[in-house]
């Protein structure tokens, strides 16, 4: 049934407005190993007497600990560290939704300038515009999409953009010491929309919400 909870949040950037949201709120030491982390998060739910932490940084390593937080009479509100492991590598997780028969964008893992261009190329020819992201990682990190446009004067006017010619491109990757690990996909129209799911113990959808973004606009969705 319905009953009040209270909201303890911990961030490491103390404007986060995470921490404004909930009921009580402290910030996190910068720069812990995930061991140290794990350690940190422990304190703090013992100390504070969490019943529920929901991990976002360094989720592996504290789902590998899932016994520790139960002996403090915490809960993980976390998936398994199968499922973490799993979406980690977004190549690895695009395999594995396929292999269950459910649909994915193309998609091409890229690690040179050669398989870029491939890439690109291949994806034009079907009418996209292509753009890429990390193979890991979320929340926009390291997003761009790829133009033929020469870089000029337009790429300095207004805010930064997204947009990068795909010859800058290629001079940086044959430059680069250290490998890339790249998506090449299809750049899709707004709105871009996300579903949050919530899940028991059973793997079974409890609740599916989705969140639209369009520009600077943010929304809800059926």
């Known amino acids: 049934g319905d009953r009040a909870v209270e909201i303890h949040a911990t961030h490491g950037d103390p404007d986060s407005p995470v ?37 976002r940084l360094h989720q592996s390593a504290i789902v590998a600990h899932r016994a520790e937080f139960e002996a403090v009479g915490t809960a993980l509100l976390a998936p398994p560290p199968e499922a973490v492991a799993l979406f980690r590598d977004k190549v690895i997780a695009y395999e594995a939704v396929q292999s269950i028969g459910v649909p994915v ?43 033929r446009a020469p870089f000029s004067l337009t790429q300095l006017s207004g805010f930064p953009s997204p947009y990068v010619p795909l010859d800058l491109v290629l001079d940086a990757l044959r430059r680069a010491d250290e490998p890339v690990d790249w998506l090449v996909m299809p750049r899709l129209e707004q709105p871009e929309v996300s579903v949050d799911c919530l899940t028991g113990p059973d793997n079974r959808i409890r609740l599916a919400v989705g969140r639209t973004k369009n520009g600077r606009r943010r929304g809800f969705t059926l």
């Open 105 to 147: 964008p193309p998609w091409w893992r890229v690690r040179s300038a050669d398989e870029l261009v491939a890439a690109v190329e291949e994806l034009e020819g079907q009418g996209y515009r292509a753009c890429f992201k990390p193979a890991s990682g979320a929340g926009g990190v390291g997003f761009r999409v790829i133009t």
């Open 19 to 55: 921490l404004a949201a909930a009921d009580t709120a402290g910030p996190e030491p910068e720069g812990l190993s995930p061991a140290a982390y794990v350690e940190y998060a422990l304190a703090q739910c013992a100390r504070r007497g969490i019943d529920v932490f929901v991990p």
